[in-house]
T-cell receptor
Framework: NAGVTQTPKFRVLKTGQSMTLLCAQDMNHEYMYWYRQDPGMGLRLIHYSVGEGTTAKGEVPDGYNVSRLKKQNFLLGLESAAPSQTSVYFC?????????????????FGPGTRLTVT | GNSVTQMEGPVTLSEEAFLTINCTYTATGYPSLFWYVQYPGEGLQLLLKATKADDKGSNKGFEATYRKETTSFHLEKGSVQVSDSAVYFCALRSSTGANNLFFGTGTRLTVIP
């Protein structure tokens, strides 16, 4: 199993450009998450999904859109990038609450995407 | 609401020293508590967890006890190694909604030989 993978690993954008970050998981997890990590602020939840075709806003959703067309993929889009979106982006996934695994509620994280907006 | 307050870093220790990283929380309901570790250039990995009051999570020589009376979940290790150098995050999972994680700001630990 590859676990959770993220594409790309690094990206530099100019202000106003758009891009999509891809998260893929091969663990058949229902729940998926996008976080951003900024110095001195820990991880903050941007959007999440509790299943294919569903998405919901997290703590800092403004400026981002997401889609979950397939269970294994969760896409994060920036329509018009701003310098304030310079960050490291992490994707995570987990089984749903009440899963049979003893680790049902553990979130598994991808390696991150470092995005710089100039 | 839910929040986690974590000891400010960075922390620098000599090998074999005792480690404590403080973590306190505020939460509604009955949260579960976690410590995640992030090694350089990698994503977060679950280090240990506790799901109810008085539970002790442990892994790789690290321990943390869920103290409801003091709303704390301090991370400890009796003898740190150079390989423990990483950023440590305390987190809580809400018991409502989508069971999202709320993270502390992280504490960078550097262990010197």
């Amino acid at each position: 199993n590859a676990g959770v993978t993220q594409t790309p690993k690094f990206r530099v954008l100019k202000t106003g450009q758009s891009m999509t970050l891809l998260c893929a998981q091969d663990m058949n997890h229902e729940y998926m998450y996008w976080y951003r990590q900024d110095p001195g602020m820990g991880l903050r939840l941007i959007h999440y999904s509790v299943g294919e075709g569903t998405t919901a806003k997290g703590e800092v959703p403004d400026g981002y859109n997401v889609s979950r067309l397939k269970k294994q993929n969760f896409l994060l889009g920036l329509e018009s990038a701003a310098p304030s979106q310079t960050s490291v982006y992490f994707c995570a996934s987990r089984l749903p609450h009440g899963g049979t695994s003893g680790r049902a509620l553990e979130q598994y994280f991808g390696p991150g995407t470092r995005l710089t907006v100039t | 609401g839910n929040s986690v307050t974590q000891m400010e870093g960075p922390v620098t220790l000599s090998e074999e020293a005792f480690l404590t990283i403080n973590c306190t929380y505020t939460a509604t309901g009955y949260p579960s508590l976690f410590w995640y570790v992030q090694y350089p250039g990698e994503g977060l990995q679950l280090l240990l967890k506790a799901t109810k009051a008085d539970d002790k999570g442990s892994n790789k020589g690290f321990e943390a006890t869920y103290r409801k009376e003091t709303t704390s979940f301090h991370l400890e290790k009796g003898s740190v190694q150079v390989s423990d150098s990483a950023v440590y995050f305390c987190a809580l999972r809400s018991s409502t909604g989508a069971n999202n994680l709320f993270f502390g700001t992280g504490t960078r630990l550097t262990v010197i030989p």
